[in-house]
């Protein structure tokens, strides 16, 4: 609207301020570039490897002249149930300032809606699609961990270490991690590469990206890093069918928290139900 002010015998036209509520933005057309999105990647990775590590450096200090070498000291850290504890706490905090900053990029300082700017609608996916996407994938898992079983990792040491260990990742892994990581991935990165250089190049990045960072922590199972990519393609397939980020959430949700169900219940379930242990079949808990 504008108003008209009488000045001198003059009209005046004053156009009223634009309310920055009322702005739009698109998942395919985000209010951010290329490099803000690799920089929102970049803390991701940075804040999983230093925040648990600030977490655990007090507890090392009070060990001063107890570990004799750096290998016996990897060692400790992985197998300690004490230290094993504080890293897997310390992911809480990391996830939650990066979701933080992923907040502010997306929003440009609350700019523009959260959820509208990463698309929070189903997409044209039903129930029923999440079922079948899931059963394809856990009989593909079934296939390779029948030819290629699972190799011993560092996350099955770190889960060995104590039951408290594996109620924390169960948590995070259901209602932390699928969130943070598809807006990090799916949503944040994805949208600004295939704006940028097409379609068929973010999804190559994006999914070899969110497998890569993965490796260290899998490695040397090359069965579960293989799935793990898989399991990155057909979430970024999803976000490309349905031009929405919820479907992504829901499916990873979905997936982590069958698979957490598995690692909690694993004491109690007959031996003969796992060729390997449930805790071999984690493949994406937390980065």
Same mark, same amino acid.
């Given at each position: 609207?504008?108003?008209?002010?009488?000045?001198? #015998?003059?009209a005046i036209s004053t156009p009223q301020p634009t309310d920055k509520k009322q702005i739009h933005s698109t998942p395919n057309d985000p209010p951010w570039n290329i490099w803000m999105a690799v920089g929102v990647w970049v803390f991701s990775v940075l804040a999983i490897v230093i925040i648990p590590s600030i977490f655990l450096l007090p507890?090392? +200090?009070? +060990?001063? #002249? @107890?570990?004799?070498?750096?290998?016996?000291?990897?060692?400790?850290?992985?197998?300690?149930?004490?230290?094993?504890?504080?890293?897997?706490?310390?992911?809480?905090?990391? @996830?939650?300032?990066?979701?933080?900053?992923?907040?502010?990029?997306?929003?440009?300082?609350?700019?523009?809606?959260?959820?509208?700017?990463? #698309?929070?609608?189903?997409? #044209?996916?039903?129930?029923?699609h999440y079922i079948a996407i899931l059963f394809v994938f856990f009989a593909l898992a079934a296939l390779v961990g029948n030819y290629f079983p699972e190799q011993e990792n560092d996350l099955i040491r770190m889960l060995r270490s104590s039951r408290s260990a594996v109620?924390?990742?169960? %948590?995070?892994?259901? /209602?932390t991690a699928p969130l943070v990581e598809e807006v990090v991935y799916r949503g944040v990165?994805?949208?600004?590469?295939?704006r940028t250089l097409g379609i068929p190049i973010a999804v190559i990045i994006v999914t070899l990206l969110f497998a890569v960072v993965h490796v260290p922590q899998y490695y040397p199972s090359f069965s579960t890093i293989f799935l793990l990519t898989l399991?990155?393609?057909?979430?970024?397939?999803v976000r490309v069918?349905?031009?929405?980020?919820?479907?992504?959430?829901? +499916? @990873?949700?979905? /997936?982590?928290? %069958?698979?957490?169900?598995?690692?909690i219940f694993e004491p109690y379930l007959p031996k003969t139900v796992f060729s390997t242990e449930p805790s071999a079949t984690i493949l994406q808990l937390l980065k």
């Open positions: 609207m504008e108003e008209t002010n009488q000045f001198d #015998g003059d507890y090392l +200090l009070t +060990l001063r #002249g @107890h570990v004799a070498d750096n290998a016996q000291l990897v060692e400790f850290i992985k197998s300690d149930p004490t230290a094993v504890f504080l890293q897997i706490i310390g992911i809480m905090p990391a @996830h939650i300032f990066t979701i933080l900053i992923a907040w502010l990029v997306i929003t440009r300082m609350r700019t523009f809606s959260f959820r509208q700017t990463l #698309g929070w609608r189903s997409g #044209g996916m039903a129930w029923w109620f924390i990742v169960a %948590f995070m892994a259901t /209602f990165l994805y949208s600004a590469i295939q399991l990155s393609l057909i979430l970024t397939l069918r349905t031009n929405n980020l919820l479907p992504c959430v829901i +499916l @990873h949700t979905i /997936f982590n928290g %069958f698979q957490s169900m598995l690692l």
